[in-house]
Nanobody, 116 residues
């Protein structure tokens, strides 16, 4: 079992930045896939960033160039740097870890609110 705890959410004005953190209860291995997802009210949960086991990253077009995912294994942490935020980025953001056995673990989420 892996516990994930997100932090760093809050209220920010449009055009601003936030950095979300996700701390795991164990070492984050190179065999773990890490992702950030978000869910706005009335919407389905959607993927915003992935850090793959081969070291590459993936971003959907609507965040590409604005969001950056990174991991710090020494701190058991994963980060999501979000720049040029807009009100459309308002959502609860969730950290997701998938281990080598394809087991999924989720954090409790952190609220990001972007005001216009």
């Amino acid at each position: 079992q892996v516990q994930l705890v997100e932090s760093g959410g809050g209220l920010v004005q449009a055009g601003g930045s936030l950095r979300l953190s996700c701390v795991a209860s164990r070492t984050i291995f190179s065999t773990d896939t890490i992702a950030w997802h978000r869910q706005a009210p009335g919407n389905q949960r959607e993927l915003v960033a992935t850090s793959r086991t081969d070291g590459t990253t993936y971003y959907p077009d609507f965040v590409k160039g604005r969001f950056t995912i990174s991991r710090d294994s020494a701190k058991n942490a994963v980060y999501l740097q979000m720049n040029s935020l807009s009100p459309e980025d308002t959502a609860v953001y969730y950290c997701n870890l998938i281990n080598f056995q394809n087991r999924n673990y989720w954090g409790q989420g952190t609220q990001v609110t972007v005001s216009s």
